[in-house]
């Protein structure tokens, strides 16, 4: 799995992002699990011919130490279909920006 890590969290940052997430994103089944949804506007054309399989989402994982952002583009309504795939160059650069952005706006690791 392709994904942006960031590890060695202090327990303070982990319990900042812990609220964040809890509080501003869909949390998934399993603990520290977090679905962000990529916007419409990013999605490449398979995405966007497949309207049953919309929306379309990626995975954050927060554990004690460390937090993956998932750089695969997939639905919550299938496990496996052609739209299900790694993110193009600007679904990556969303990606990477969503994480830098939340550790700048939660003042972390400074």
């Given at each position: ?55 379309f989402y ?30 193009s160059q ?21």
């Amino acid at each position: 799995m392709k994904q942006y890590v960031i590890d060695q969290l202090r327990e303070s940052d982990f319990l900042k992002l812990e609220d964040y997430l809890n509080h501003k994103c869909e949390a998934g089944e399993l603990p520290g699990i977090y679905w962000i949804p990529v916007p419409k506007s990013l999605l490449e054309k398979t995405q966007l011919d497949h309207l049953h399989c919309q929306p379309f989402y990626f995975a954050v994982n927060l554990d004690l130490n460390t937090i993956c952002f998932e750089l695969l583009i997939r639905t919550r309504s299938r496990l496996r279909c052609a739209c299900i795939q790694y993110a193009s160059q600007k679904q990556r650069d969303y990606i990477l920006d969503y994480a830098d952005g939340l550790f700048e706006k939660l003042n972390l690791m400074t």
